[in-house]
Nanobody, 124 residues
Framework: QVQLVESGGGLVQAGGSLRLSCAASGRTFSNYAVAWFRQGPGADREFVAVISGNGLHTYFEDSVEGRFTISRGDYEDSVYLQMNDLKPDDTAVYYC?????????????????WGQGTQVTVSS
């Protein structure tokens, strides 16, 4: 069993930056695809970014491309989402998810484990 814990959310002004962390307990992320999804107010949960299990491939949702980066920690126990030039539309609860497979995948049903989410609020 893998437990995921997100951290790093908060309130930031437009144009600012935040770094979200997703930590795994129980085992490492080695060879797992790990993704970030988000759910804004009144919206469905949507894909944001993913990194493959071997770290060689990353994909981003179009609206965050060029502003967000995703990376794996040196010891494969964390995955990070660096968010720059944040916009009010980025306001959402951000969730990390892990898959037993290498991936990368952009759809929710491919993921086996989910964190509880961390709130990101961007003020204009």
């Amino acid at each position: 069993q893998v437990q995921l814990v997100e951290s790093g959310g908060g309130l930031v002004q437009a144009g600012g930056s935040l770094r979200l962390s997703c930590a795994a307990s129980g085992r490492t992320f080695s060879n797992y695809a790990v993704a970030w999804f988000r759910q804004g107010p009144g919206a469905d949960r949507e894909f944001v970014a993913v990194i493959s299990g071997n770290g060689l491939h990353t994909y981003f949702e179009d609206s965050v491309e060029g502003r967000f980066t995703i990376s794996r920690g040196d010891y494969e126990d964390s995955v990070y989402l660096q968010m720059n030039d944040l916009k009010p539309d980025d306001t959402a609860v951000y969730y990390c998810a892990a898959s037993f497979e290498l991936g990368p995948y952009k759809t929710e049903y491919e993921y086996d484990f989910w964190g509880q989410g961390t709130q990101v609020t961007v003020s204009s």
